[in-house]
Structures are given as structure tokens and as C-alpha cells.
């Protein structure tokens, strides 16, 4: 079986509880085609860059797949007939990251940002 990343982005006007439900829904859908979900993360409410389908945010939530091409071909013809489904997109990988996404890690450099501009000339 072949290893994918996929993300997805559901409108903003659904709850949480439904991108849950959504997301339920379609590792059943994996699971049931002889694959499986090693990882699920939700990563939020975020702002689009530009409008899709009159919507300014979208709900992210990513998933590390290990399930044969058939599995990922019917989940993606089931997200393109769900309205709530803005957009999705699977990659190939060699294989999956270990640990939190870079979505999900902290971001904390930039309480250095003195060090890396040089003094202060007055």
C-alpha cells in the first residue's frame, strides 16, 4: 500500500462537531477500502487567501493515509460531491513525518529578532 498526505478545507459556516463528523465519515470510507489513518489533525479555523465559493475561512484537517490507490480515489469521489468540502488535495510520500505537523508546531522565534538585525545605531 501506497503512503499519502491529504488536506482538506470544509466552509466556515459548518461547526466543528461537523468537521469532526466529516472527518469521521471519511476514514470509514479508508477503512472500509483496506487502508488506514495513522495520523488526524485539526488545524483550525483560517483565513483564505483569496474568496472560494463566497467563503474568507476554512476549516483544515489533515490526514496521514497508508491505503491502496482505490481507497484514496473513492474518498476523493465522495469529497467532491459534498458541498461542505471546499477543496482537498492528496500527495504521495515516501513516508509519513513523525511528531506534530509544521502546521502544528510553536512558533517561537521571534523574540529573537534583535540578535538577528545587528545594534542599534543613534
Given at each position: ?10 466552509r ?7 468537521v469532526e ?15 488506514t ?6 488545524w483550525?479555523?483560517?483565513?483564505l ?5 463566497k ?15 482505490a ?8 469529497m467532491?460531491?459534498?458541498?461542505d ?19 502544528m ?18
Amino acid at each position: 500500500m501506497a503512503l499519502y498526505e491529504h488536506i482538506y478545507m470544509a466552509r466556515q459556516d459548518v461547526s466543528t462537531g461537523q468537521v469532526e463528523e466529516l472527518t469521521k465519515t471519511l476514514t470509514e470510507i479508508i477503512t472500509s477500502n483496506g487502508g488506514t489513518i495513522a495520523k488526524t489533525e485539526y488545524w483550525g479555523l483560517k483565513s483564505l487567501t483569496y474568496r472560494i465559493r463566497k467563503n474568507r475561512k476554512a476549516h483544515y484537517t489533515l490526514f496521514n493515509i497508508d491505503a491502496p490507490a482505490a481507497a484514496v480515489a473513492e474518498m476523493e469521489r465522495q469529497m467532491r460531491i459534498n458541498e461542505d468540502i471546499l477543496r482537498f488535495m492528496t500527495v504521495r510520500v515516501e513516508e509519513h513525518e513523525e511528531g506534530p505537523s509544521a502546521m502544528m508546531q510553536k512558533r517561537d522565534d521571534r523574540g529573537d529578532r534583535g540578535d538577528r538585525r545587528g545594534p542599534r545605531r543613534f
